[in-house]
């Protein structure tokens, strides 16, 4: 039997959304925090059959052994939760805003640009810091199977103990867990992401009958080799 864990998401988007929704099923408890409490206690009612609850930011990740971070970092907010992630995993799922130049290759080089997973990471020093979910499209929590399989979550992080746990957690959940290295590979993650959007505005995906799956598959093809990953 599977163990279930108490685990926060912070951010009501379509992706803290979906994340709460696919915890919540696999039988975990969630805490959904937001800065409008009243906002998350109507989302948690709507999503989570009793076993999402809706809170205040902090509140959330002081009640949680794992915390998913489901926005763009804000300096502000990793103030207020410094006090009560000490020695917790922390998730950043979020993806760096920096695209990287147009000669950058990602099987030769590393981006320069800080991620926001490494912003966290300095902004949390006592937390176990984490990316995870970062090319994972909002879609497929409601459709987690690509081609009958599911879909790969690169999961980068420099703390052992802590990441082989963040694995099992995933594991419990409709995805299919890969171990993508230091922490630092974040921004290999954030600039793949960018490239292959540049290959579909380029190339006009949408305007040719492709649609967002068409982006995960380029991914899953396209980053375990910059990852430095066997294929």
Known sequence: MTETQ?????????????????????GHTVFLGSREP???????????????????????ASRASTIFLAYHSNDTLLEELASVTENKTVV?????????????????????????????????????????????????????????????????GDQAGAKASLLTLIR?????PVDAGALQQARTVAAMYFLV??????????EHGHDWRTFVRALNVLLPPALGLAP
């Open 172 to 176: 419990t959940l409709p995805f299919e």
């Open 6 to 26: 108490s685990i926060a998401v912070i951010g009501m988007g379509n992706m803290g959304r979906g994340l709460a929704r696919v915890l919540a099923a696999a």
């Open 92 to 156: 950043d799922i979020s993806t760096s805003h920096e695209e990287p130049p147009p000669d950058f290759n990602p099987l030769t080089q590393v981006p320069s640009f800080e991620s926001s997973q490494e912003r966290t990471a300095r902004r949390l020093p006592r937390a176990h810091v984490f990316g995870a979910f970062q090319v994972t499209w909002a879609q497929l929590f409601d459709a987690p199977l690509l081609d009958g399989r599911r879909t790969p979550v690169f999961v980068v």
């Open 197 to 206: 959007t540049r290959l579909a505005h380029r190339y006009c995906f949408r």
């Open 38 to 60: 009243e906002r998350a206690l109507a989302l948690a009612t709507e999503l989570g059959a009793g076993r999402v609850r809706g809170m205040g930011n902090v509140e959330a």
